[in-house]
């Protein structure tokens, strides 16, 4: 098992992502993603500085499009998809968070 | 009665606001950074090619891009960058190649549960906004990212606690957003106020947004903190959120430094949190606690490539920069031989009327009366097409003493509303200098008729000849029906109580 990662490291993650897990389940992610993370450190401890980082595995930048006003799609068509619709907009189950 | 309540406020020289308490004696400043979004006026929105479009009926300005549908990918849109990068370089930022990455949140305001930003590798880094009193405040960051839907809390107080459901409309959601991080460098509400007006002349002159905070496409957080005036360490701050207007702004700040240097005093501390203004109760309310960066598990954003726009980008960029509100008040000022700090030249700036103002002492107007007239006379419609060398010739008449300043005032809302020139409306109007001897008669002649005030005059206190003086001239006013100049009245006034005494 890494000794980076704890088991409440993966219960806190699981939360953020709102995922319910069962204590077997737990322990088997924070296995699985312990030996992930040792397989980083294995490269974090390679001699990297004169390397550059890697920004993106495509060798590309600046993929850019004009600011041209192209079509949209028909609203009665998206709302008819949505579980639920109220006056023309979609209706969702009540916010208990925050704005973030 | 809390402790707040014991202390005074008061703004000392310059730019520094402190709160001094009565219980301690104890002398607080305030510790003010401001957050700003502004929407980007561009044609389409950050990632697709929908509208970008304020109060368009909900949803109807979407496509499966910003709704998040499967398979969608998002494309840049080349404005953005360039809108971007013409207000980072207007706010003296260096333009850095950027990377784009997903912060995560569960919130239905963006339907792919992630809103697209820049977060360790801003596009603009590190400049600076400079304000009319010449305060420096700094920029930390000007980064890009996506403005969320809007939530309608239904049901309930129809805010977002007891809410029973909430509708969301779409259309904003991907709306392009620069969010300008400025350093805690403002120390006063009024400061406050200041960098936004400042830096929404800068957005407006760069055509970057059009930065209207009652529509929301210029929004502001305020992160506030307290330390006693000397304490180089910054306290503990609060964010807060909910201010839709400069005079929100201005009173929240100064509401919750006196919070805080309440709690503070009391030996409590000051708790990190965001809170939210109540325009109508006139206070700050906590929020949820300030989640830490990493709860918003940011990753580089994997369909979309780095932005690296390079140096003959940014050359076209600096090289098409409008002139800016600090360079035209510098402008101004040096024309009009005052500081650019001068009201009247900020305020000419403000209003647009710098280059009228330029072009009238270039056409031989003095400059002081020109910026005289600009700050007390101009602020109406129409001032802008104001004929220059005419109102370079009003100035010059004025200062030949041909018009008093009170008629002075009256041509100019003639040559307003006429387009005549200054001398044919002095002439209509009946508006002519008065010989000097001809005003001596006249004041000697209001003399002889109130003997008992002019011996007062003469022989009373600053305070009783200051009064007497008024009734005086007043005379002397209504005698000549307004047309005396109250400068030659005083004189002649003084002259012969010299004389008499």
Same mark, same amino acid.
């Given at each position: 098992?890494?000794?980076?990662?704890?088991?409440?490291?993966?219960?806190?993650?699981?939360?953020?992502?709102?995922?319910?897990?069962?204590?077997?389940?737990?322990?088997?992610?924070?296995?699985?993603?312990?030996?992930?993370?040792?397989?980083?450190?294995?490269?974090?401890?390679?001699?990297?500085?004169?390397?550059?980082?890697?920004?993106?595995?495509?060798?590309?930048?600046?993929?850019?499009?004009?600011?041209?006003?192209?079509?949209?799609?028909?609203?009665?068509?998206?709302?008819?998809?949505?579980?639920?619709?109220?006056?023309?907009?979609?209706?969702?189950?009540?916010?208990?968070?925050?704005?973030? | 009665?809390?402790?707040?309540?014991?202390?005074?406020?008061?703004?000392?020289?310059?730019?520094?606001?402190?709160?001094?308490?009565?219980?301690?004696?104890?002398?607080?400043?305030?510790?003010?950074?401001?957050?700003?979004?502004?929407?980007?006026?561009?044609?389409?929105?950050?990632?697709?090619?929908?509208?970008?479009?304020?109060?368009?009926?909900?949803?109807?300005?979407?496509?499966?891009?910003?709704?998040?549908?499967?398979?969608?990918?998002?494309?840049?849109?080349?404005?953005?960058?360039?809108?971007?990068?013409?207000?980072?370089?207007?706010?003296?930022?260096?333009?850095?190649?950027?990377?784009?990455?997903?912060?995560?949140?569960?919130?239905?305001?963006?339907?792919?549960?992630? %809103?697209?930003?820049?977060?360790?590798?801003?596009?603009?880094?590190?400049?600076?906004?400079?304000?009319?009193?010449?305060?420096?405040?700094?920029?930390?960051?000007?980064?890009?990212?996506?403005?969320?839907?809007?939530?309608?809390?239904?049901?309930?107080?129809?805010?977002?606690?007891?809410?029973?459901?909430?509708?969301?409309?779409?259309?904003?959601?991907?709306?392009?957003?620069?969010?300008?991080?400025?350093?805690?460098?403002?120390?006063?509400?009024?400061?406050?106020?200041?960098?936004?007006?400042?830096?929404?002349?800068?957005?407006?002159?760069?055509?970057?947004?059009?930065?209207?905070?009652?529509?929301?496409?210029?929004?502001?957080?305020?992160?506030?903190?307290?330390?006693?005036?000397?304490?180089?360490?910054?306290?503990?701050?609060?964010?807060?959120?909910?201010?839709?207007?400069?005079?929100?702004?201005?009173?929240?700040?100064?509401?919750?430094?006196?919070?805080?240097?309440?709690?503070?005093?009391?030996?409590?501390?000051?708790? %990190?949190?965001?809170?939210?203004?109540?325009?109508?109760?006139?206070?700050?309310?906590?929020?949820?606690?300030?989640?830490?960066?990493?709860?918003?598990?940011?990753?580089?954003?994997?369909?979309?490539?780095?932005?690296?726009?390079?140096?003959?980008?940014?050359?076209?960029?600096?090289?098409?920069?409008?002139?800016?509100?600090?360079?035209?008040?510098?402008?101004?000022?040096?024309?009009?031989?005052?500081?650019?700090?001068?009201?009247?030249?900020?305020?000419?700036?403000?209003?647009?009327?710098?280059?009228?103002?330029?072009?009238?002492?270039?056409?031989?107007?003095?400059?002081?009366?020109?910026?005289?007239?600009?700050?007390?006379?101009?602020?109406?419609?129409?001032?802008?097409?104001?004929?220059?060398?005419?109102?370079?010739?009003?100035?010059?008449?004025?200062?030949?003493?041909?018009?008093?300043?009170?008629?002075?005032?009256?041509?100019?809302?003639?040559?307003?509303?006429?387009?005549?020139?200054?001398?044919?409306?002095?002439?209509?109007?009946?508006?002519?200098?008065?010989?000097?001897?001809?005003?001596?008669?006249?004041?000697?002649?209001?003399?002889?008729?109130?003997?008992?005030?002019?011996?007062?005059?003469?022989?009373?206190?600053?305070?009783?000849?200051?009064?007497?003086?008024?009734?005086?001239?007043?005379?002397?006013?209504?005698?000549?029906?307004?047309?005396?100049?109250?400068?030659?009245?005083?004189?002649?006034?003084?002259?012969?109580?010299?004389?008499?005494?």
């Amino acid at each position: 098992m890494s000794e980076s990662l704890t088991r409440d490291d993966v219960a806190k993650v699981a939360h953020l992502a709102r995922l319910e897990l069962t204590d077997a389940e737990l322990d088997t992610y924070t296995e699985q993603l312990g030996a992930v993370l040792d397989h980083a450190a294995d490269v974090a401890a390679l001699d990297l500085a004169d390397v550059p980082p890697t920004a993106h595995p495509l060798p590309l930048v600046n993929v850019l499009r004009d600011d041209v006003i192209g079509p949209t799609v028909d609203r009665e068509e998206v709302l008819s998809q949505a579980p639920a619709v109220e006056d023309r907009r979609f209706r969702v189950p009540a916010i208990l968070g925050e704005e973030p | 009665m809390s402790a707040v309540e014991n202390l005074t406020h008061q703004p000392v020289e310059g730019e520094h606001f402190t709160i001094t308490s009565e219980a301690t004696g104890d002398v607080w400043e305030i510790v003010v950074g401001l957050e700003v979004h502004c929407e980007l006026a561009t044609a389409t929105k950050l990632f697709c090619s929908c509208p970008n479009m304020f109060g368009d009926e909900p949803n109807t300005n979407v496509c499966p891009v910003c709704l998040g549908l499967p398979g969608s990918l998002p494309v840049l849109n080349r404005n953005v960058v360039e809108l971007a990068m013409r207000l980072g370089r207007a706010l003296h930022c260096s333009v850095e190649p950027s990377v784009f990455a997903r912060k995560n949140y569960f919130y239905p305001d963006m339907p792919k549960d992630y %809103q697209v930003s820049q977060f360790d590798r801003p596009i603009n880094v590190d400049g600076w906004l400079d304000l009319p009193d010449g305060t420096r405040v700094g920029i930390e960051r000007a980064h890009i990212e996506e403005d969320t839907g809007k939530n309608t809390h239904a049901g309930g107080s129809g805010r977002i606690h007891g809410a029973d459901y909430s509708l969301v409309d779409y259309n904003r959601a991907g709306v392009p957003l620069v969010e300008i991080v400025g350093r805690p460098h403002i120390r006063h509400p009024e400061q406050a106020k200041t960098y936004i007006d400042e830096l929404r002349a800068i957005l407006l002159a760069t055509g970057a947004s059009d930065a209207k905070m009652e529509e929301g496409s210029l929004r502001v957080d305020a992160n506030v903190s307290v330390r006693r005036v000397g304490d180089p360490e910054l306290g503990r701050r609060c964010e807060i959120k909910n201010l839709n207007s400069l005079r929100s702004l201005g009173r929240a700040i100064e509401y919750e430094a006196r919070r805080q240097v309440d709690l503070l005093e009391s030996g409590e501390v000051v708790k %990190q949190e965001t809170r939210h203004w109540d325009e109508g109760a006139g206070r700050t309310r906590p929020g949820r606690s300030k989640e830490e960066a990493e709860d918003y598990r940011y990753f580089q954003e994997p369909d979309l490539v780095p932005l690296d726009p390079g140096a003959d980008w940014i050359a076209a960029i600096d090289g098409a920069m409008p002139a800016l509100p600090a360079a035209r008040r510098d402008t101004l000022a040096a024309a009009a031989g005052v500081a650019p700090t001068e009201t009247a030249v900020v305020v000419a700036v403000q209003r647009d009327l710098d280059q009228l103002a330029l072009a009238a002492i270039a056409a031989g107007g003095d400059g002081s009366r020109v910026l005289l007239h600009v700050e007390h006379n101009l602020a109406v419609e129409g001032a802008e097409s104001l004929d220059p060398a005419h109102f370079a010739q009003l100035v010059t008449m004025e200062v030949a003493g041909q018009l008093t300043a009170t008629q002075a005032k009256t041509v100019l809302g003639d040559m307003l509303e006429s387009g005549k020139a200054p001398d044919a409306i002095a002439a209509e109007r009946g508006f002519e200098a008065m010989d000097s001897s001809e005003l001596e008669g006249i004041v000697d002649g209001i003399i002889a008729e109130s003997p008992d005030e002019w011996a007062d005059y003469c022989g009373g206190d600053d305070k009783r000849r200051g009064k007497l003086q008024g009734f005086f001239v007043g005379k002397v006013m209504k005698a000549t029906k307004g047309q005396a100049d109250g400068k030659a009245v005083n004189a002649i006034l003084d002259a012969r109580r010299t004389a008499a005494g």
